[in-house]
């Protein structure tokens, strides 16, 4: 078992397993109730990223190749069995570029990929233009993890979480901004987006579906980047993967649920 994983749950008689993968700045806390929204069959496991929670004492990676290489590490150890990847906001470009990337690693590609509250990694450039960078004050960076309630209200009060926050994300920033989406990347499995109505667009799921070439649909949910309080918990149970014979999403023709669908 890969150190860099948690499993909240331990289900070791599932047959297959949910990847998740966290926003720029966070760790797994916020995931770990998910584990609570899964069929039976159906392991969660989060990679934490490195200089966090049970990996504080490893170093932040250098740079995108080098989170992508340690994260490997952690997807290698659930593919022996069928798992689908899963990321949020920056963990949503982490995971299209591991499903890209595995195969060449030798290890068994996802089944399929959910891409949560992200534009699509070939608007890169763009969206580096609308967040805060890794030289921005501290002021600039807590005031955006605020915004974003990325900070529960109840901790916006201790120095030292805002000091550990404000680190965290200066660090995790820092690999974004060496990010590169190269023309012609694709998704090579079925991607499913889910996104706020508060916060993502159509267009936003538009651009994921020109990636998309195995199968694509989109599910828009009320609230904002993270959805409503009530929506957040229960988030897996909206990936049409989890459902019974449900192997991915589809490349078609499909009836809506939970909001809006592109194909």
Not at 99 to 125: M, T
Not at 142 to 149: A, P, Q
Request: net charge negative; aromatic share 8%; charged share 20%.
């Amino acid at each position: 078992m890969s150190r860099s994983l948690l499993r909240p749950l331990p289900r070791p008689r599932a047959t297959r397993t949910l990847l998740c993968l966290s926003f720029c700045g966070g760790g797994t806390a916020l995931f770990r109730p998910w584990a609570h929204a899964l069929p039976d069959d159906v392991e969660l496991a989060l990679y934490c990223y490195p200089g966090r929670e049970s990996r504080f004492g490893t170093p932040f990676a250098a740079d995108w190749d080098g989170l992508i290489s340690d994260a490997l590490e952690g997807v290698r150890s659930v593919a022996g069995r069928p798992y689908a990847l899963m990321g949020h906001s920056m963990g949503a470009w982490v995971a299209f570029d591991l499903a890209r990337r595995a195969p060449r690693a030798a290890v068994a590609p996802p089944e399929a990929l959910i891409a949560s509250g992200a534009d699509a990694p070939s608007h890169w450039q763009q969206v580096k233009h609308t967040v805060p960078g890794p030289d921005d004050t501290d002021g600039v960076l807590l005031d955006w993890m605020i915004g974003n309630e990325q900070i529960p209200e109840e901790l916006r009060g201790v120095p030292d979480v805002l000091r550990m926050a404000v680190d965290l994300l200066r660090a995790d920033m820092r690999v974004m901004d060496s990010y590169r989406y190269r023309d012609g990347e694709r998704a090579p499995v079925p991607v499913q987006v889910l996104y706020g109505e508060q916060d993502g667009t159509e267009e936003g799921a538009e651009r994921w579906r020109l990636l998309s070439p195995k199968g694509f649909e989109a599910t828009r949910l009320p609230g904002g980047h993270f959805y409503t309080p009530e929506v957040w918990p229960r988030l897996p149970e909206h990936v049409t993967w989890l459902r019974p014979h449900g192997s991915g999403t589809t490349t078609g023709g499909v009836a809506p649920h939970n909001g809006m669908q592109f194909i």
